[in-house]
């Protein structure tokens, strides 16, 4: 069973900056794409990111393009999603996922899985 956990997330000013990781078994994190994603009180889970293997195209929700940063480092078995000028309805439990072959596309949630516990950011205003 694959497992993915994040971490990384805190109560940031607006303005600020944050850096959430991502790990997971095996070699998960060298082998298949990677995507971030988030969900704010009240609403469903949305797109944030997305890194793929060969090639490592990146995909990014438009809300977020320019300020967030997708990667990822196989010695270190990480995918690191670096947030800057971060924005009050940035607000959110961000979760990481596998991408699933045969199943939506690498900026839905339908096309990831193995999702780990997420990780809370609060963006202050």
């Known amino acids: 069973q694959v497992q993915v956990a994040e971490s990384g997330g805190r109560l940031v000013e607006a303005g600020g900056s944050l850096t959430l990781s991502c790990t997971a078994s095996?070699?998960?994190?060298?082998?298949?794409?990677m995507g971030w994603f988030r969900r704010a009180p009240g609403k469903e889970r949305e797109f944030v990111a997305s890194?793929?293997?060969?090639?490592?195209?990146?995909y990014y929700a438009d809300s977020i393009k320019g300020r967030f940063t997708i990667s990822r480092d196989t010695s270190k078995n990480t995918v690191t999603l670096q947030m800057n000028s971060l924005k009050p309805e940035d607000t959110a439990t961000y979760y990481c996922?596998?991408?699933?072959w045969g199943r939506g596309s690498n900026d839905s949630p339908s096309g990831f899985g193995y999702w780990g516990h997420g990780t809370q950011v609060i963006v202050s205003s």
């Open positions: 996922a596998r991408r699933i």
């Open positions: 095996g070699s998960t994190i060298s082998t298949y794409p």
């Open positions: 890194i793929g293997v060969h090639p490592p195209n990146k």
